[in-house]
């Protein structure tokens, strides 16, 4: 009869996800964005989101290089999506997303539709008028209105 094999498997290093931003949900990308940015960068994570994948050469195949920066993709990529809400995590829960190419992707959809939100609001903005036949305090209430949203957008 045949002895067992034993066979090492090497466990992931765990990573502490406390501090993680707020769940983003489509609202203030800009704010969630810098966010992430601090708390990848106190762990030590944010070259995942900005280098990509090294290539193998034929003369230098670096296979411990290439491992070593999948493992910290894996990671960043995990906790990018630990702090998306339910219904975005569905949406970019693939393999194909590298953490790069995952920041990419929400940085491509959700900032420009804030910067839309932005132009709106300072338009409507400058273009606000005070009528006679409404109250003062009404209308003084739609500039704090739009001077508000205006602040969260930032």
């Given at each position: 009869?045949?002895?067992p094999?034993?066979?090492?498997?090497?466990?992931?290093?765990?990573v502490?996800?406390?501090g993680?931003?707020d769940?983003?949900?489509g609202?203030?990308f800009?704010?969630w964005?810098q966010?992430?940015?601090i708390w990848?960068t106190?762990?030590?994570?944010?070259?995942v989101?900005?280098?990509?994948?090294p290539e193998?050469t034929d003369?230098?195949?670096?296979?411990a290089e290439?491992?070593?920066?999948?493992?910290r993709d894996?990671?960043g990529r995990g906790a990018?999506?630990s702090a998306?809400?339910?219904t975005?995590?569905?949406?970019y829960c693939f393999?194909?997303?590298?953490?790069?190419?995952?920041?990419?992707?929400l940085?491509r959809?959700?900032n420009t539709?804030?910067?839309?939100?932005?132009?709106y609001?300072?338009?409507?903005?400058?273009?606000?008028?005070m009528?006679?036949d409404?109250?003062?305090?009404?209308?003084?209430?739609?500039i704090?209105?739009?001077?508000h949203?205006?602040l969260m957008?930032?």
């Amino acid at each position: 009869m045949a002895e067992p094999i034993s066979v090492a498997i090497p466990i992931a290093p765990k990573v502490d996800l406390t501090g993680l931003s707020d769940k983003f949900s489509g609202q203030f990308f800009k704010r969630w964005q810098q966010r992430m940015k601090i708390w990848l960068t106190m762990k030590g994570l944010l070259t995942v989101i900005q280098v990509t994948r090294p290539e193998p050469t034929d003369t230098d195949p670096k296979t411990a290089e290439i491992a070593q920066w999948t493992e910290r993709d894996q990671i960043g990529r995990g906790a990018i999506l630990s702090a998306l809400s339910n219904t975005l995590f569905d949406v970019y829960c693939f393999d194909s997303y590298t953490a790069k190419s995952l920041c990419d992707e929400l940085d491509r959809k959700y900032n420009t539709e804030e910067q839309g939100l932005e132009k709106y609001y300072v338009s409507k903005f400058m273009r606000y008028q005070m009528v006679e036949d409404r109250s003062v305090a009404e209308q003084t209430h739609e500039i704090i209105n739009l001077e508000h949203a205006l602040l969260m957008l930032r």
